[in-house]
């Protein structure tokens, strides 16, 4: 079990939503995506962590947008949990950046490209933070022992591991969901990234592209082999978002996406449920 806060993630406790942006546009996006998440959050009885990230550092072109840069992005990710309540996780993306964003937030990403960075892994677990490691596209499940065992080096036990998708192809990802179980043999809480899983890498034209039509189908997936955490990035106009808006759940869709994942895991642990 890791405990982020009021939120627990393993064992018999509820399922945990971490929801939010790709990444942070303004202040007052982000204070209202994270107040009208939590309130879906709430009204379902349901853990929740809000994510954005302050620089995505990994943008097909060097012209994206890549947020509003670490100093003013803590900022308003420290203000989010103060004035909603809720934990806050962000990317990470150098051994620099882990001690900083470790002030502000309560859990550090460490992004799937990056899953293989010994000091960067090393440097946010020494922080003693929660630290979600998302396996990298080029990954096989078993091989992220290693990122495990990296993180755990500094005796920081809490340590989250998170499934989005494998390399299939030129601009494709698959979901294998035997990887789910397979990453669980490390000990770690269990989290599915439903909305990277159907992004297309570079896509769309110096953009990635994505297939969000396809976000609720693997997240009941997901469900019903068994996950800890469910990772999804909303936004309440997507066709507009900076980043990652083609995979995206709109902010509306959220609620009866969330009502059918969380019937799946009722009746998968056996406790009944209805969609």
Request: charged share 25%.
């Amino acid at each position: 079990m890791v405990s982020v806060g009021h939120v627990r993630f393993g064992g018999d406790n509820p399922l945990v939503l971490i929801a939010g942006p790709c990444v942070i546009e303004s202040r007052d996006g982000c204070l209202m995506l994270a107040e009208e998440i939590s309130a879906v959050a709430a009204s379902l009885k349901t853990p929740y962590i809000f994510k954005a990230s302050y620089d995505k550092a990994n943008r097909t072109s060097v012209d994206s947008f890549r947020g509003l840069g670490i100093e003013e992005g803590l900022a308003i990710l420290s203000e989010v949990r103060e004035e909603i309540g809720c934990p806050v996780l962000t990317d990470v993306h150098s051994p620099e950046e882990a001690q900083a964003a470790a002030s502000a937030v309560d859990v550090l990403q460490i992004p799937a490209f990056l899953c293989r960075q010994t000091d960067l892994l090393v440097a946010a677990g020494e922080t003693g933070k929660p630290v979600n490691v998302k396996k990298g596209q080029f990954m096989a499940p078993e091989d992220m022992t290693h990122a495990v065992a990296k993180v755990q080096s500094t005796g920081n036990e809490r340590v989250l591991l998170t499934e989005r998708g494998a390399t299939f192809g030129y601009q494709n990802l698959v979901v294998d969901f035997r990887s789910l179980e397979i990453m669980r043999q490390t000990g770690c809480p269990i989290i599915f990234d439903a909305t990277h899983s159907v992004q297309r890498p570079g896509g769309a034209g110096g953009v990635s592209g994505g297939d969000r039509e396809f976000v609720p189908l693997l997240a009941r997936a997901a469900a019903a082999v068994g996950i800890d955490g469910l990772f999804l990035e909303v936004h309440d106009r997507p066709q507009e978002a900076k980043s990652d808006g083609p995979n995206m759940v709109p902010l509306h869709e959220l609620e009866p996406l969330l009502r059918q994942v969380l019937a799946i895991d009722r009746a998968r642990r056996g406790e009944g449920g209805s969609l």
